[in-house]
């Protein structure tokens, strides 16, 4: 219930309604963009402004069991970033892990409406949802972690087909989830099982299956079940040279269904394992660019503070050796397991202005950025705070110059950044960080400013310098909610929840419960998370009518 | 036992950091208590027989009964009107409560604490310093064949860890159950746990970190003198019995307890046990796990980290959440005289804390929130009389290893819940502060070494 | 005569279950009153099972009763006792700087009290 409001005088750039730039007025009514209202409404005079719909964050690392022991893990973070309260608004603390009123406060401030929790495992979904919940103005959801399910792979290995698709849409219901993870499938068991080991190959089979089966069995479930975004896909041999190949195989599993692949820069090496990586980001742009089913975020390294934060247990591990840093590792029953690791990206570093400058390859020779979106696997590739900077390395190429020039040149003569002259228009970055993740997403009422579009809006002062007219919006609207309004915090606001409820056949707990009582330590009933951790919520519709 | 009785299934039991969640209960609706807690240890059903409701007011100011509102509206300004008001305990309620306790401390610029400090607080700021290996509890029913208990008394501290969770129980790759495992128990005396295990080991008092000292460096493949016997009453030829099988075991597993935090080295033994368990895995998986005490005392370590970064000892005089163990958790700022006012949440400190901060509690105004009757209760100028969570209430609890679980209610209280009382108090406050200081930047005068005149 | 002895607060399973009837009733207190002491221990100080001792450091002193353990299960010079009001009565405020008192391993003078 909010009052209408009219924004005038701006320049709007909305690409799913095809509008770029065009002075246009913006109505709102009740929390939606509506064609219009009457007169006497209250105004907002965007005269030289940008206004564009406010932003989707398709992977990030935000609430949850293990960001709590990241942060946990890391005060000397927080120390030197304090968050303040305000009249409207909590304090709390910052640095690349902040804490969930400072993680919405600070999204706001960047005009990010909407973000997505990229990995959760089942049994601690109730955990993000209260996190979530702590996590103010945004809209948010998470992606649950079901790649590593020992339950699930024993319905595939018994050639269970239509159990397994049950099954998957009882534990989306179950965790109040928002689309399937998989997380180096298949590479759990060795991790917990095998004394620390990994799997290597798509098709090595550890336990009696492959990666390849598990993400086979997940895209086709999903696609055959209508969710609005495909599985998330975090490849096996994240990290390692040579990679790439992995890549492509993995995209190539979904033959022309779809696929989202996370953070893919981190999977787009070339060169020998165990030596240092070469670039492979055109190989993989060309098969994106030739595959309009596949969707990806870059994942781009920012130099500075980070944080490895992944269910990729192994990997942390390897990282761990490599900076001989604090480690944090949790395993979780039947289900998963993370693996935190505080990190510096150094541009005086080999590999990571490899990382770097392949991110930014992916950008620059992707020919759609609908499906190449804009992501740092916050905080894995740097904090999501780097995004205005980002936006500027890829609008300006003389501010990219000067960037280049100070990092490691040995790596970057063996990539083809410094031949990329390519500069992003105020559109195609409205794409990368609005409607292309909005649509990658299902998100219909996101990502653009059409009627009967959440009201969600952002409006930044035009400057030359993009750093820094994406870091300050002077207003940002959430829910037709004003969260900002020249450039201070005026409302508070909580935000919704965004969730899938596919129908599935009661019977399949039935074949699910026995499982439970053998190998979970919690009682099957207990399992689920029920509606009470369901505030301000959205059930986003599944179903062949709606893919 | 009247007629009109009810069975709870998969009920919560709250007493203890294991959060058993198989409880059968039989529920006199009439008589409103519970009559049997079936799948209970001891503590369990002591837990349940003894939280009944009590005939006693809601709300009490100096003993006197009140309404609920004026105790209310006395309790926020006794917090707004203090220079250093502190909010403590926390380790025996619902998130949902802990979360509104946050939010005062937060409005207040108080300081707010939880029973960790005293606790497995030391662990908490070890884990800041060399992180830990870790996982959930069936992990241990279904992989572990090495399981030490280290510090700790689990047959009368947490009986059914034993049964339930990491001995006696059968998992997926042991079958077997304890057959199947090596149980290892290093204590300074011998205890009920004793019979549990295939090693027992004796250390002397307050020699836990040369001991385990000596382990890291037998697993990194360092020699250790045998005068380490005479340090630690552990002879060489034991430690390297055990560093043998650690390396050779599937899947290692420490609990550990106040034998650690609460003695000489604290933070330094809990340390050194969460590096000895990821050193190694280098040569095997390995995993360690404080036992917490209370039912959801994980619970309030992990919404004061969400919501403010830091796990306990955080204050916000500043307007921003600063974490000082030993300068803002509640034995110093009680011992040292800063607090002059508290709230105590869900706990007991006037029972269980050092003798000068429970000197200083009967000099400050103190608010109690708690079920029962206590030594906290009796002195407190504020008193409520709460609801018990996981018997009256619902709400979130976390167990010891971070798995969430929603409470069912058994039957209904009279009482308010902690999250009722707290989110009234909230409310009040703020409307309070905000008139105090108004809208332009609520700040209130930093600590200053004034005592409490005594 | 009087000795310096180890004592050790900790839980046992009657403190577990007389927490929950009640902090303020007997069985509580009573539990949280009782000392194990070594048999040999006990015999060199003139101490009989259930025999009233004098526990005192530089925090303060407390009066409890004797109970008394093999030496082989509670080793020689250190003592065990239910953790309650009466051992919060040794605990002094000092933390170091960890936020943690000193609960276990307090040095005590013991010694008998004539009834």
Not at chain 1, 226 to 246: A, E, M, Q, R, V
Not at chain 1, 363 to 373: A, G, M, Y
Not at chain 1, 484 to 498: C, T, V
Not at chain 2, 379 to 389: Q, R
Request: hydrophobic share 35%; with cysteine.
């Amino acid at each position: 219930m909010s009052s209408a409001m009219r924004i005038v005088n701006g320049k709007v750039y909305d690409p799913i309604n095809k509008i770029d730039g065009e002075t246009r007025d913006i109505c709102i009514e009740d929390g939606r963009i509506v064609e219009s209202i009457p007169d006497d409404a209250s105004r907002i005079d965007a005269q030289g402004m940008v206004i564009m719909p406010g932003a989707v964050d398709i992977h990030c690392h935000i609430a949850g069991q293990k960001v709590n022991s990241g942060r946990k893990l890391m005060p000397e973070d927080h120390k030197r970033d304090p968050h303040p309260g305000t009249a409207y608004t909590r304090s709390g603390s910052g640095g690349i892990l902040p804490s969930t009123f400072a993680t919405g406060y600070r999204y706001a401030t960047l005009g990010y409406t909407t973000a997505m929790e990229a990995a959760i495992p089942p049994l601690s979904s109730r955990h993000a949802l209260e996190e979530l919940d702590d996590t103010p103005v945004i809209d948010k959801g998470f992606y649950v972690l079901l790649g590593n399910n020992i339950f699930l792979q024993k319905l595939l290995k018994e050639g269970r087909h239509e159990e397994f698709r049950q099954a998957v849409a009882w534990w989306m219901n179950a965790a109040k989830a928002y689309t399937p993870k998989l997380v180096n499938p298949g590479g759990d068991e060795p991790w917990k099982g095998k004394r620390n080991t990994n799997v290597s190959d798509i098709d090595e089979k550890s336990n009696g299956i492959s990666p390849r089966q598990i993400i086979e069995a997940f895209i086709n479930t999903v696609t055959a079940m209508g969710f609005p975004t495909p599985p998330h896909i975090h490849c096996n041999n994240l990290g390692h040279s040579g990679n790439y190949l992995t890549t492509l195989e993995t995209m190539r599993t979904a033959g022309d269904q779809r696929a989202h692949i996370a953070h893919i820069q981190f999977n787009s090496y070339g060169g020998e394992i165990g030596k240092n990586p070469s670039s492979k980001a055109a190989e993989i742009v060309e098969y994106i660019n030739q595959h309009p089913n596949i969707t990806c975020d870059v994942g781009q390294v920012m130099f500075g503070k980070a944080a490895i934060m992944t269910a990729d247990a192994p990997l942390a591990y390897v990282l761990r050796g490599i900076s001989k840093n604090k480690w944090v590792n949790a395993d979780t029953e039947c289900e998963s397991g993370c693996g935190i690791v505080p990190f510096t990206y150094q541009e005086h570093v080999y590999t990571h202005t490899m990382q770097w400058a392949i991110g930014l390859e992916l950008f620059l020779l992707s020919e759609d950025p609908w499906r190449v979106i804009l992501s740092t696997d916050h905080p894995n590739g740097g904090s999501f705070m780097n995004y205005p900077k980002l936006v500027r390395l890829l609008m300006d190429k003389s501010f990219r110059r000067e960037e280049i020039a100070r990092v490691n040149q040995k790596a970057i003569a063996k990539t083809a950044l410094n031949d990329l002259e390519r500069e992003y228009t105020l559109n195609e970055i409205a794409i990368i960080t609005r409607a292309g993740p909005a649509r990658a997403l299902g998100l219909r009422n996101k990502g653009h400013l059409g009627p009967g579009a959440d009201a969600d809006i952002t409006i930044y002062d035009e400057m030359e310098n993009k750093e820094m007219m994406f870091n300050a919006p002077r207003y940002v609207i959430k829910s037709g909610v004003p969260i900002i309004f020249n450039h201070e915090f005026k409302n508070d606001h909580s935000g919704r929840l965004l969730h899938i409820a596919p129908e599935y056949d009661q019977k399949i707990e039935e074949t699910i419960k026995p499982f439970f009582e053998d190998y979970y330590s919690i009682e099957f009933d207990n399992y689920p998370v029920n509606d009470s951790y369901l505030h301000d919520h959205e059930v986003i519709p599944t179903g062949p009518l709606s893919s | 036992m009247s007629e009109n009785i009810r069975t709870v299934k998969n009920a919560t039991c709250t007493f203890c950091g294991c959060l058993c969640d198989d409880m059968e209960l039989t529920v006199d609706l009439d008589e409103h208590r519970i009559t049997k807690a079936k799948n209970a240890c001891v503590l369990g059903r002591a837990w349940y027989a003894e939280h009944v409701i009590e005939d006693r007011p809601a709300a009490m100011i100096d003993g006197k009964e009140v309404d609920f509102d004026e105790a209310v509206e006395e309790a926020a300004q006794v917090l707004v009107n203090a220079k250093f008001p502190i909010i403590y305990g926390l380790s025996d309620t619902t998130s949902e409560a802990q979360r509104e306790a946050v939010a005062i401390a937060d409005y207040i610029h108080g300081t707010i604490d939880t029973t960790t400090s005293v606790c497995h607080g030391p662990t908490g700021m070890a884990f800041q310093g060399v992180g830990e290996s870790t996982m959930s509890l069936g992990e241990v029913k279904n992989r572990a064949d090495m399981v030490i208990f280290w510090g700790g008394n689990p047959a009368v501290s947490h009986p059914r860890l034993f049964t339930r969770y990491a001995v006696t129980t059968k998992g997926m790759f042991i079958p077997n159950g304890k057959k199947d495992r090596t149980i290892v128990l290093v204590d300074v005396r011998k205890t009920a746990s004793d019979p549990v295990a295939n090693i027992q080991i004796k250390v002397k008092p307050g020699k836990d970190f040369e001991l385990l000292w000596a382990l890291r460096a037998l697993v990194k493949g360092k020699s250790i003198d045998p005068s380490i016997e005479k340090i630690t009453g552990v002879s060489l030829a034991t430690l390297e019995d055990l560093v043998d099988r650690m390396k050779k075991c599937n899947y290692g597993v420490i609990f550990f307890g106040m034998g650690l935090t609460m003695t000489r080295g604290r933070h330094f033994n809990s340390g050194a046990l969460m590096a000895l368990g990821t050193d190694l895995n280098e040569f095997t998986h390995f995993v360690v796990k404080p036992a917490r005490g209370h039912g959801n005392v994980t619970g309030a370590d992990n919404v004061v980290s969400w919501q403010t970064g830091y796990p306990f000892g955080v204050n916000f005089n500043l307007g921003y959440p600063r974490f000082n163990p030993g300068e803002f958790t509640t034995a110093d700022t009680l011992s040292n005289r800063d607090a002059d006012a508290a709230m105590f949440i869900a706990s007991d400190p006037a029972s269980n804390f050092p003798k000068p901060a429970i000197e200083h509690m009967k000099r400050i105004p103190v608010i109690s929130l708690d079920p029962k009757q206590t030594i906290t209760s009796l002195l407190a100028h504020v008193a409520f009389t709460t609801a018990t969570y996981g018997i009256n209430t619902t709400g979130t609890v976390y167990r010891m290893d971070d798995v969430p679980i929603t409470l069912r209610k058994a039957y209904d209280s009279p009482f308010p819940s902690d999250e009722e009382i707290l989110t009234a108090i909230k409310k009040r406050v703020r409307e309070l502060m905000l008139s105090k200081y108004g809208t332009s930047g609520v700040r209130r005068e930093a600590k200053v070494a004034s005592l409490t005149p005594l | 005569m009087t000795e310096t002895m180890i004592l050790i607060p900790g839980r046992t399973s009657e403190q577990g279950t007389a927490l929950n009837k009640g902090k303020l009733k007997a069985e509580y207190q009573h539990e949280t009153s009782m000392l194990d002491i070594n048999t040999e221990d006990m015999e060199r100080l003139g101490l009989q099972e259930g025999d009233r001792v004098r526990l005192s450091n530089e925090t303060g002193e407390i009066t409890v009763t004797c109970r008394g353990r093999k030496p082989e299960d509670l080793p020689h010079g250190v003592l065990f006792i239910p953790y309650g009001p009466p051992s919060s009565q040794l605990m002094a405020g000092e933390t170091a700087g960890s936020g943690m008192p000193l609960s276990k391993h307090m040095e005590v003078k013991i010694e008998k009290v004539d009834v």
